[in-house]
């Protein structure tokens, strides 16, 4: 027994210890920034509310029920979320404002005039949110609860021009004139009915702009599409048919520029890829006429792979233009951009470039195959 009375105490002493050395540890320093954010967290000293979607705190909802009490008359009530929703509203806390009186409006209080006011206010909120159409919703009830809420429909006015609507936004104006009586009211309905016009005016020629460069998209893609087809130009991956052509299809992605092959004044404009198989490097040109000669230079070779034959390569003879070589039965654009390999044949490379392949020469009128063989490699 005194064995067991000496272990608990002897427990006791120990948590004693503890607690008090505890107490005697120094304190961390004071954070003044840290106490202000914990006070302003705390629900009953909080100045703004989540804006998110999340439920509230139960200590959050417990100051709510005390602010709102069931027991109250529902005009008072919703008296009170209009004067909050106003406060968040002055603030430009739209979403919590549209909140404040959506509440108010679940209400359906008794007062006609002070529901009008609501839909008036959260279609406010709503339009410099530029939810337009909810906006338009919201005018339109608060017009129908009180046919003089003279706010409500100038606010209308504003969101049906906002949605293009200027046959339903010259009614509402006509509405707004009937009840607009000093001078100030009516040079307001002059001023809007001359946003009607020039609205309607700036969307008649924004539709017509649009037109015309449909047209002429149309008309590019018609006339490329021939042009391609006539001369037999062939795509990788890509068979041309008019019903699925696009223009916007023949980009170059390889390049960071937008460019793609296009018809100026008759004639195909290509980029075109100059390699130099010798010294791995790359010459882009953007824009190259289909009867442009390639090369003039006497010890430089050009030649492209067979898309028919593998181990095949095509030479392009001198002053042959870029329409023959992209015409050639065993060539192939990859990636929208014709490319062709640089040699000049003065050099050793030129020969182990080309040892073991197959041979094509690319011409309008005949075509030669015979097979390199080098005694230099």
């Known amino acids: 027994l005194f064995t067991m009375i000496d272990d608990n105490n002897s427990s006791d002493d120990e948590e004693f210890k503890r607690k008090w050395n505890s107490f005697r540890e120094?304190?961390?320093?004071?954070?003044?920034?840290?106490?202000?954010?914990?006070i302003e967290s705390h629900p009953a000293f909080i100045k703004q509310l989540s804006e998110d979607?999340?439920?509230?705190?139960?200590?959050?909802?417990?100051?709510q029920a005390l602010k709102y009490d069931s027991d109250q008359p529902p005009e008072e009530l919703a008296m009170e979320y209009k004067v909050d929703g106003?406060?968040?509203f002055l603030k430009g806390n739209y979403d919590i404002a549209i909140k404040s009186?959506?509440?108010?409006?679940?209400?359906?209080?008794?007062?006609?005039?002070?529901?009008?006011?609501?839909?008036a206010n959260r279609g406010a909120a709503h339009f410099l949110l530029k939810n337009f159409r909810s906006c338009l919703k919201d005018c339109s009830r608060a017009k129908m609860l009180n046919p003089a809420h003279k706010k409500a429909i100038k606010r209308g006015v504003q969101c049906l021009i906002s949605l293009g609507e200027f046959d339903a936004a010259l009614d509402w104006l006509r509405e707004l004139k009937a009840q607009s009586s000093s001078d100030s009211e009516l040079d307001e309905v002059k001023s809007l009915k001359m946003a009607i016009a020039e609205q309607r005016n700036a969307r008649f020629e924004l539709e017509k702009l649009r037109e015309h460069e449909a047209e002429k998209e149309a008309t590019e893609t018609t006339s490329l599409f021939v042009a391609l087809t006539q001369r037999r130009v062939k795509f990788r991956g890509m068979k041309l048919q008019l019903g699925n052509f696009k223009v916007a299809d023949f980009e170059v992605p390889l390049l960071a520029e937008s460019c793609r092959v296009h018809l100026k004044d008759g004639f195909l404009l290509w980029p075109v890829l100059f390699r130099n198989a010798e010294h791995e490097s790359l010459e882009q040109l953007q824009e190259m006429a289909k009867e442009e000669p390639f090369y003039s230079p006497l010890d430089?070779?050009?030649y492209f792979y067979s898309c028919l034959e593998p181990d095949t390569l095509v030479f392009v003879p001198l002053g042959q233009n870029l329409g023959a070589a992209l015409s050639h039965e065993h060539y192939e654009i990859s990636d929208n951009l014709p490319d062709f390999y640089c040699i000049n044949k003065t050099t050793p490379y030129h020969a182990q470039f080309l040892t073991g392949m197959k041979m094509q020469v690319s011409s309008e009128d005949c075509s030669q195959s015979f097979t390199f063989v080098s005694d230099d490699i």
Do not use: R
């Open 300 to 302: 430089v070779e050009l």
């Open 53 to 63: 979607d999340k439920p509230m705190s139960e200590a959050m909802q417990a100051l």
């Open 86 to 88: 106003n406060k968040w």
């Open 101 to 119: 009186y959506t509440e108010g409006i679940k209400l359906h209080c008794s007062d006609k005039n002070l529901n009008s006011i609501l839909y």
């Open 26 to 38: 120094p304190s961390e320093p004071f954070n003044f920034e840290q106490c202000v954010e914990e």
